[in-house]
């Protein structure tokens, strides 16, 4: 990493990892959404089509949790903003994170690859606005004024992440690549770091375990978002400086 030169690119892609010390649940740890819920149900166009009420629902609930004053961005957020602010190259934010914990914290260049949960989309238009009321089956589309054609601009299994190609670029063009606070386990994001490092980038895992693909990265730290991240940040704004 030391060869790392100022003007370089980073790319940095974030999981729930990073959002678990503002008070936000994981999915995979052992009191994650996952052991709550079945995603099968929550979380995939079938399970929309089967039961909107309990997605919407379920969707509702992490929106007002998202909307509780108690949340807010921690140092890992504020590091990653000071990062895109001092770096002098391009520093390039995709997260995984349908929370708005990393647009709060300062960061502009991001890219919310699993959607937005502060969204919400017409089904008839496709079309995505700012939402922060509860969506139920009988909600108009301000788009089209027609009941039950709203949905939570999220991304589900089965879906395709948002601007893939804007991602695979960048991933082709950095020299950094840093992976903070998820699992590894749902692709494409877990295929990322191949991707930067086939192409030459140094790759680096900071999260609370080694995550499934740790072996895949040149450094993986182990420990929490808020302590690891402001100190990689100034470890990588003091190489900038020198
Ligand atoms: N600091 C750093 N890492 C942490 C912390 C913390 N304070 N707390 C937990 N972690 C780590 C966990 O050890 C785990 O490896 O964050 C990771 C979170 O993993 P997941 O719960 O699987 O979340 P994520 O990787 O973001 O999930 C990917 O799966 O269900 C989908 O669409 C959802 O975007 C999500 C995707």
Known sequence: MDR??????????????????SGLDTFRDTDGIWAQYDLEDVATP???????????DFYNA???????PAVQPNAAHAALARLEREWPGEVLLVTQNIDDL???????NLIHMHGE????????TGRAIDWR????????????GRPGRLRPHVV?????????????TALAECSLFLSIGTSGTVYPAAGFVQEASLHGAYAVELNMEPSAGHTLFDEAICGQATKLVPAFVDRLLALAAM
């Open 4 to 21: 790392l030169k100022a003007t370089d690119r980073i790319v940095i892609l974030t999981g729930a990892g990073i959002s678990k010390e």
């Open 46 to 56: 079938q399970g929309f089509a089967r039961n909107p009420a309990l997605v919407l």
């Open 62 to 68: 992490r929106r007002s949790g998202l909307l509780d």
């Open 102 to 108: 990393h647009e709060r914290g300062g960061s502009t």
């Open 117 to 124: 949960l502060m969204k919400a989309r017409c089904l008839d």
């Open 133 to 144: 009321e509860d969506i139920t089956t009988d909600t108009p589309s301000p788009m089209t």
């Open 156 to 168: 589900w299994f089965g879906e395709m992440p948002l601007e893939m190609d804007r991602i695979y």
